[in-house]
Nanobody, 115 residues
Framework: QVRLVENGGGLVQEGGSLTLSCVAS????????MGWYRQAPGKQRELVAT???????NYADSVKGRFTVFRRNTEDKVWLRMDGLKPEDTATYYC?????????WGQGTRVTVSS
């Protein structure tokens, strides 16, 4: 079993920055994909950014150039640095770990961007 714990959400003004963090614990394989998804009220959960243990990244078009995902494999941690935040970035952000065919989710952390 794997557990993911997120930190770092909050309220920020438009144009501001936030960094989310997530630490994984449990039965973690040497190759996995960790990253972030988000879900705004009334919308489906969507990919934000992910990074493999081999440092390959994948970003949603809406956050390219503004958000940066990075990780530290030795500690099974992943971060999401968010710059230039917009009101449309308001959502609950979920940490995600994918290994093999198993997918795990954190409890979510709320990010609110005021205009």
């Amino acid at each position: 079993q794997v557990r993911l714990v997120e930190n770092g959400g909050g309220l920020v003004q438009e144009g501001g920055s936030l960094t989310l963090s997530c630490v994984a614990s449990g039965d973690i394989l040497s190759f996995n994909v960790m990253g972030w998804y988000r879900q705004a009220p009334g919308k489906q959960r969507e990919l934000v950014a992910t990074m493999t243990t081999r440092d390959k990244t994948n970003y949603a078009d809406s956050v390219k150039g503004r958000f940066t995902v990075f990780r530290r494999n030795t500690e099974d941690k992943v971060w999401l640095r968010m710059d230039g935040l917009k009101p449309e970035d308001t959502a609950t952000y979920y940490c995600n770990l994918l290994q093999g065919i198993q997918q795990y989710w954190g409890q979510g952390t709320r990010v609110t961007v005021s205009s």
